[in-house]
């Protein structure tokens, strides 16, 4: 049963006082964002950065993947890095984001990760058993008991992230609302 879907309604003004909030919810449904990691962590190009750091050349643990809209080569550090053709997948998100804009949104607010409590934590260890043993050892190895738990390419992730909302000039920051001084007369 879901509890909140009666909430959901993008025309409503959340701050109808102090602001414009239209609450959207997930603009990709959970199969789907499954379905888009599954095949960009196995698909994309990954591979380790490197830099010249004082004449000396560091291969990174961090990987990246460049892509654009064309063919380029960007050096920085004495180290040429070319970008491929966008993929079929990363053009499906770049539209999303592009659809987002359109449509008068001004922020995204990323999670590239799940954050768990205790009982829901349980739950999906159970779930893990159920359905894929043998991943709750995986996954407490990785993260134990930590509240937030981020996908291991999130620092990517988030990059291209903000490469692209930069580019349409969206924020991943909500705007809060902020009081005009107050202007009240005394009477003395």
Request: glycine share 6%; net charge positive.
């Given at each position: 049963m879901d509890l909140f879907s009666s909430l959901i309604n993008p025309t409503t003004n959340l701050l109808p006082c102090d602001g414009v909030v239209n609450y959207y919810a997930s603009i990709i449904e959970h199969a789907v964002a499954k379905s888009y990691f599954n095949v960009l962590y196995n698909t994309i190009e990954w591979k380790h950065d490197e830099a010249n750091l004082f004449g000396k050349r560091i291969i990174t643990n961090r990987k990246v993947a460049w892509y654009g809209?064309?063919?380029?080569?960007?050096?920085?550090?004495?180290?040429?890095?070319?970008?491929?053709?966008?993929t079929k997948e990363l053009l499906e998100l770049k539209?999303?984001?592009?659809?987002?804009?359109?449509?008068?949104?001004?922020?995204?607010?990323?999670?590239?990760?799940?954050?768990?409590?205790?009982?829901?934590?349980?739950?999906?260890?159970?779930?893990?058993?159920?359905?894929?043993?043998?991943?709750?050892?995986?996954?407490?190895?990785?993260?134990?008991?930590?509240?937030?738990?981020?996908?291991?390419?999130?620092?990517?992730?988030?990059?291209?992230?903000y490469e692209l909302i930069y580019k349409y000039g969206m924020t991943p920051k909500m705007k809060f609302y902020e009081p005009e001084p107050d202007n009240q007369l005394t009477l003395f």
């Open positions: 809209d064309s063919e380029y080569a960007y050096t920085y550090s004495n180290t040429t890095k070319k970008a491929l053709i966008w539209a999303i984001v592009e659809k987002a804009k359109n449509a008068g949104a001004s922020y995204v607010m990323p999670m590239f990760g799940v954050t768990l409590r205790k009982g829901s934590r349980d739950y999906l260890f159970k779930a893990f058993d159920e359905k894929f043993p043998g991943m709750k050892e995986q996954y407490q190895q990785q993260f134990g008991e930590q509240y937030e738990c981020n996908s291991p390419h999130s620092k990517q992730l988030y990059e291209t992230f």
